[in-house]
């Protein structure tokens, strides 16, 4: 089984719509939606709804109103303050000590310095990972509640998936669509994949998101294409793209020129090739994963 991830250095380059066309050219796959903070390939491949599955994430601190002294050392240990002791005009203690949740890391530290014991840890909800049908095979994706962390826990839940799943129905390829940047969330994307698409933009900033990815992909082993989206806006910022990948050893698998169809497209809910076969730009993406297809050896 291969596992192919498309990355992007940040969102909106196109990445997500990409991939959609690769699901739809690759014929029946795995999709593993990793970009769990802003989960959408499914409203592009189909599969919004599904069984879902709980994800918790850090868990969060809780008193014990009965066992707390007010001896203000939690309050005290809590670099993210969010544990404190209500207190009265004066300073004084005006009861046992509260936590608010949405600044609760789930570090623990607070239950540790508490000699009453009063702190214990208990798991909080922080996502929803959902397994469901696309139109081009059985596609996982998760959603993040709002003001939750540790979205590179919750990409490994849904590659983890993924895999199995594609082991489980004999699918030999699972793509992966990754999370945008460099943090966390890309390194659980990324780790153990047999190889990349990077997706960019002809600009300045794209560059420099590239030559980022690059380290991180070179200190994980990974082979990468790249995909020049709307290269035809800024043709000279472009070649430059192009230079840099070539001595980076980045494969140029395709070019795609901007092209309103893709919006329609989208619009639509549709991958460009499902939408538009054998458009020009259908035809340049159908390009650029033939050519990263033999590059990376799918
Ligand atoms: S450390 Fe324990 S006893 Fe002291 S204020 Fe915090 S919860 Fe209460
Ligand atoms: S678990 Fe950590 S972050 Fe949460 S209240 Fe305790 S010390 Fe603060």
Known sequence: MKQVVVLSGKGGTGKTSFLASFAALAGECVLADCDVDASNLAILAGGLEGEEEPFFGEGVARVDPELCSRCGKCEEACRFHAVAIPRAPGGEPAGPARVVEIAC???GLCGIVCPEGAITMEDRRSGTLVV?????GPIVHARLLPGEGNSGKLVTMVREKAKGIAAGKGLDLVLVDGSPGIGCPVISSLADVD????????SVSALHDLERIHQLLERFQV???????????????????????REAGIFPAGKVAFDPLFLEALQEGRSIVEFAPGSRPAQAVEEAWRG??????I
Not at 195 to 202: I, M, S, T, Y
Not at 223 to 245: H, M, S, T
Request: glycine letters at 12%.
């Open 105 to 107: 890391e789930g570090c």
């Open 292 to 297: 990263g297809k033999e590059f990376l050896k």
């Open 223 to 245: 082979r990468a294409c790249l995909v020049l989206n709307k290269f035809d806006l800024q043709p000279g910022v472009g070649e430059r793209i192009l230079a840099f990948c």
């Open 195 to 202: 190889g990349a698409f990077l997706v960019a933009e002809p």
């Open 132 to 136: 469901a049908e696309s139109r081009h």
